[in-house]
């Protein structure tokens, strides 16, 4: 039918997969074209099988970036409509995709119909974006308790980084730092910096690399 929407998933998770492509296909006017494990193919596919809208996941096989991917096909072909779905809960991510231009924002765990209703309201042409991740229990704290300057900083600190090369690169001093890290570790209780890194990056919380 002509006025059906070619679909392509980008994601790497064979059940994730599954599960959004049984779900495109009981979409109205959908036609689930393919899906692709990395998002350094995506817009390759995008522009040679006439896809018109892309679930994007944003951490993908060999390690590419599927925001990267998605302000790239935005580029070459604004039309092709892309929806960010992910599991991860980082909040950034959430202003790195509205800036980058994605068009809608969703994560895998809503319901059918609520990934059903994403799609038809971003073909619809409204930009769909949640105002905040839900909020999960990080050690002894829940998520939402934590600001977003102590957030840049576990992030940083999840990527493996030095006190002295998170301050470079947040611009903040070695000593706010160190107070920051201090601060994390009493509100979520855990026992040592690297015990919090690992488990914030267990839950998504924080996307280094990404």
Do not use: W
């Amino acid at each position: 039918m002509s006025d059906e929407t070619r679909v392509m998933l980008v994601e790497d998770d064979p059940m994730a997969a599954r599960h959004l492509s049984a779900i495109v296909e009981r979409g109205e006017n959908l036609r689930f074209v393919r899906v692709i494990e990395s998002a350094l193919s995506a817009e390759v596919f995008c522009l040679t099988e006439r896809i018109g809208l892309i679930l994007m996941d944003i951490c993908t096989a060999m390690n590419a970036s599927g925001l990267d991917a998605a302000i790239q096909i935005k580029k070459a072909a604004p039309a092709v409509k892309v929806i960010i779905m992910t599991s991860q809960l980082d909040a950034d991510l959430i202003d790195r995709a509205r800036a980058g231009g994605a068009d809608s924002f969703g994560y895998k765990f809503m319901s059918d119909a609520e990934i059903l209703e994403l799609i038809a309201r971003t073909l619809r042409g409204e930009s769909v974006y949640p105002d905040s991740p839900p909020a999960v229990k990080l050690g002894g704290a829940l998520s939402s308790e934590i600001d977003r300057q102590h957030m840049n900083v576990l992030r940083e600190l999840a990527d493996g980084m030095t006190d002295d090369e998170i301050a470079e690169k947040l611009h903040l001093s070695v000593n706010t730092v160190k107070k920051y890290v201090s601060q994390l570790l009493m509100l979520t209780e855990f026992r040592n910096r690297t015990e919090l890194a690992v488990n914030a990056g267990k839950l998504g919380l924080v996307t280094p690399g990404y």
